[in-house]
């Protein structure tokens, strides 16, 4: 029988690897294109698709960055049409930030790439060893989401 602590210490070694191959499809996928958009800069567009505009605040901390680093990273976005900034009606204080169709787009392309650099992989697989990743993949996204 497997301790917590061995079930724990896989999940940190599959997480190295996860990194580790992002890291070589984000390598392989920004050399291949003349992208505007940095890999850093894609988390900030995900988080906007996911959640619609977002308060600068609660955007940094989202993705653990100062206010700071986000405001530049944000005037560049917004250069290239890919984000909007925009004030709430009912407190002008507030700022927020939206993604534009045009970022939009940017993110179905750059999901289209990742999904055929997946199916790389996918196509090699045995119908069983299909069926045992999806289960795999489904017992781990419901294991993490009780952590967030």
Same mark, same amino acid.
Request: with cysteine; glycine share 4%; proline share 3%.
């Given at each position: 029988?497997?301790?917590?602590?061995?079930?724990?210490?896989?999940?940190?070694?599959?997480?190295?690897?996860?990194?580790?191959?992002?890291?070589?499809?984000?390598?392989?996928?920004?050399?291949?294109?003349?992208? $505007?958009v940095?890999?850093?800069?894609?988390?900030? =567009?995900?988080?906007?698709?996911?959640?619609?505009?977002?308060?600068? +605040?609660?955007?940094?901390?989202h993705?653990?960055?100062?206010?700071?680093?986000?405001?530049?990273?944000v005037?560049? =976005?917004? $250069? +290239?049409?890919?984000?909007? &900034?925009?004030?709430?009606?009912?407190? &002008? &204080?507030?700022?927020?930030?939206?993604?534009t169709?045009?970022?939009n787009? $940017?993110?179905?392309?750059?999901?289209?790439?990742?999904?055929?650099?997946?199916?790389?992989?996918?196509? &090699?697989?045995?119908?069983?060893?299909?069926?045992?990743?999806?289960?795999?993949?489904d017992?781990?996204?419901?294991?993490?989401?009780?952590?967030?």
């Amino acid at each position: 029988m497997l301790s917590d602590f061995e079930v724990a210490h896989k999940m940190e070694e599959f997480n190295y690897v996860m990194k580790k191959w992002t890291k070589k499809f984000l390598k392989k996928y920004f050399s291949a294109k003349n992208l $505007e958009v940095t890999p850093n800069q894609y988390p900030l =567009l995900f988080i906007l698709k996911e959640h619609g505009p977002v308060k600068m +605040k609660e955007l940094s901390e989202h993705m653990n960055i100062t206010t700071g680093s986000l405001t530049v990273m944000v005037d560049r =976005l917004i $250069e +290239k049409k890919l984000v909007e &900034r925009f004030y709430m009606p009912e407190d &002008r &204080r507030v700022v927020m930030v939206g993604l534009t169709e045009k970022g939009n787009e $940017e993110l179905e392309n750059f999901k289209k790439v990742f999904i055929d650099y997946i199916l790389e992989g996918v196509k &090699r697989l045995s119908e069983k060893e299909k069926n045992d990743l999806i289960y795999c993949l489904d017992f781990i996204k419901n294991v993490l989401i009780e952590y967030y």
